[in-house]
């Protein structure tokens, strides 16, 4: 089972950190997702930002995982 915490686009690094910090899952923070550009909105999400939310959260026993999503469906086009 997980736990999620939804991020807004714009939103600093500071802010995700203290939210990540309140929400109480700080230490059983083990994974970033993000979709850049955003489908459908196409919003686009600072990368490099929440790799380093990523290095924040991660130790010598745990490393926090970023996974990035960077063409959509829109843009990659159909399977044939």
């Known amino acids: 089972m997980y736990s999620k915490i939804t991020f807004k ?3 600093q690094k500071d802010e995700v950190i203290q939210m990540v910090k309140d929400s ?3 230490d059983k ?3 970033i997702y993000i979709e850049t550009p955003a ?3 196409n919003d686009l999400i600072d990368i490099q930002a ?3 939310i990523a290095k924040y959260f991660s130790t010598k ?3 926090v995982f970023r996974l990035s999503t ?3 469906s829109v843009l990659c ?3 044939r």
Do not use: C, D, S, W
Request: avoid cysteine; hydrophobic fraction near 40%.
């Open 9 to 11: 686009v714009g939103q």
């Open 61 to 63: 026993e745990k490393e």
């Open 24 to 26: 109480g899952l700080a």
């Open 29 to 31: 923070l083990a994974m």
């Open 77 to 79: 086009g159909n399977i």
């Open 39 to 41: 489908n459908p909105t």
């Open 50 to 52: 929440k790799k380093e």
């Open 70 to 72: 960077i063409l959509t």
